[in-house]
């Protein structure tokens, strides 16, 4: 099955740093989504990007479907920016595949 | 709203005792999904539903039981909970067969098997 890794691991910013997130896949994908769990364990989807890129307000993503990986940047980050973030794919079946997770810490 | 209600928010059990997880989303989703999430292991799929009456196992079904008798609700049904399925679950929901819109997640069931 196809195989997720996402890194940092983790990772700690300053308030107002910006910060790359990424994630690599191992096979064609026609789903990619970014996905925020905040401290409270909600899980909130941030993009569906299987390609191109896109831009929420200081979020954006991009994915690069020929070479298997897509990136979350964050910029002016926000101490409430602070959890987990995950990618997870899928390649045109039901099956969705979650990466391990980015863990960020944003301090004050 | 637009929304997907999981209940119970949390749940503590004893080995053996059936129960069930219910879900259910006010959006007319064809999709629907359960997960679960370990500490180290990120979210695992455990059964999915194209659409009713169609289901599929995740890559966790072990232990787990699924239903799509109608389009709203999706339960999740452990016949003979153990503790290695002492979890936070969650159900998630979105527009299409094919998966290629986003993802909505319920809040969320901790359990805890005794």
């Known amino acids: 099955g196809i195989q997720v890794e996402q890194s940092p691991p983790d990772l700690i910013l300053q308030e107002g740093a910006n910060s790359t997130l990424r994630c690599n896949f191992s096979?064609?994908?026609?789903?990619l989504q970014w996905f925020h769990q905040n401290p409270w364990g909600q899980l909130i989807n941030l993009f569906y990007i299987p390609s191109g890129t896109k831009q929420n307000g200081r979020l954006s993503a991009t994915t690069v479907a020929t070479e298997r990986y897509s990136l979350l940047y964050i910029s002016s980050s926000q101490t409430t920016d602070s959890g987990v973030y995950f990618c997870?794919?899928?390649?045109?079946?039901?099956?969705?595949?979650f990466g391990q997770g980015t863990t960020l810490q944003v301090k004050p | 709203e637009a929304q997907v209600t999981q209940n119970p928010r949390y749940l503590i059990t004893v080995t053996g005792k059936k129960l069930t997880v219910t879900c259910s989303q006010n959006?007319?989703?064809?999709?629907m999904s359960w997960y679960r999430q370990d500490p180290g292991l990120g979210l695992r799929q455990i059964y999915y539903?194209?659409?009713?009456?169609?289901?599929d196992k995740g890559d966790v079904p072990e232990g787990y039981k699924v239903s799509r008798k109608e389009k709203r609700n999706f339960p999740l049904i452990l016949e003979s909970p153990s503790p290695n399925q002492t979890s936070l679950y969650f159900c998630?929901?979105?527009?299409?067969?094919?998966?290629?819109?986003?993802?909505?997640f319920g809040s969320g069931t901790q359990l805890s098997v005794l």
């Open positions: 539903s194209m659409n009713v009456e169609v289901t």
């Open positions: 998630a929901s979105s527009s299409t067969t094919a998966v290629n819109e986003k993802l909505f």
């Open positions: 959006m007319n989703h064809e999709y």
């Open positions: 997870a794919v899928s390649s045109n079946t039901g099956k969705l595949i």
């Open positions: 096979d064609s994908v026609n789903n």
